[in-house]
């Protein structure tokens, strides 16, 4: 029983890890330049275009990808929140990915930083016009300007959002004793935390490397093709 329990096991790819950690950096990079302005915004629209590479790969991954990246494995309805929830003041939750109010936390996340993301490129300084979007001269002045305005203001939802995020994973720890932390990097957690005990142990499937990385080609060249539609 002793070894069941601490016996390991691999719940998370190596993509959605460097994809989660690669966007905290990219997410406070993007917070420092844009705040500094001026020379730093050339590095502000290079963390914008790799953010949303990083965004379409995980879209694409989550149809694609390993078990536990699949949205088909996290995204669920309310009855399944709900009895999650219940199990949280039971002896569990045990999940091998997302459980299915993190899963439903996660497909917030990624739509709000693609918000984000997405009114940036169409973000401009309309007044001095010295740092557009790369999309800002397809729309007009009026609407950059809104664009501009909600870039701004969403950064403060995303921030609510990161703040719960980061909580959620805290009281895991505090609570539950389970590091959720630890698992995003190493890709492990322990057996107990993933079945109830006498339960079989879930088969997940581990999608190729090379898959992941054909992928973020792919999506890179999307989002250099959108960039340049701006001319
Ligand atoms: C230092 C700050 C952060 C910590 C400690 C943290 C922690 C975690 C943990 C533990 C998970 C896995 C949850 C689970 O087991 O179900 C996770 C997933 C996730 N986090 Fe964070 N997070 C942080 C910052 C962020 C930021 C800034 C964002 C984006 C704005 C973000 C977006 C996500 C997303 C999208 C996932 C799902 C990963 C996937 O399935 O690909 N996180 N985070």
Not at 24 to 48: A, I, N, Q
Not at 58 to 83: E, L, M, Q
């Amino acid at each position: 029983m002793a070894d069941e329990k601490l016996q390991k096991i691999r719940i998370w790819d190596l993509p959605v890890r460097l994809f989660h950690w690669s966007l905290v950096v990219l997410m406070v990079v993007s917070y420092f330049t844009g705040r500094w302005g001026g020379e730093w915004m050339k590095f502000h629209f290079w963390s914008g275009y790799a953010i949303l590479t990083l965004l379409l790969f995980r879209i694409a991954w989550g149809f694609v990808g390993s078990t536990t990246a699949r949205f088909s494995n996290f995204v669920k309805g309310p009855a399944a929140a709900f009895g999650h929830l219940r199990e949280m003041f039971g002896k569990g939750p045990h999940d091998a990915g997302h459980n299915p109010v993190g899963g439903a936390m996660v497909v917030v996340l990624i739509l709000a930083v693609l918000a984000q993301v997405a009114a940036g490129m169409f973000s401009a300084d309309t007044d001095l016009g010295t740092v557009n979007g790369p999309l800002a001269n397809l729309i007009a002045d009026k609407t950059v300007d809104k664009m501009t305005a909600f870039h701004k203001y969403w950064f403060n939802v995303l921030l609510v959002l990161v703040a719960l995020h980061v909580l959620a994973a805290f009281v895991y720890l505090a609570w539950k004793r389970q590091n959720l932390i630890g698992a995003m990097v190493t890709g492990s957690k322990r057996a107990d935390q993933v079945v109830a005990p006498g339960q079989p142990l879930p088969v997940l499937k581990f999608a190729s490397g090379r898959l992941a990385i054909s992928l973020l080609i792919v999506c890179a060249a999307v989002v250099y093709f959108i960039v340049r539609l701006g001319g």
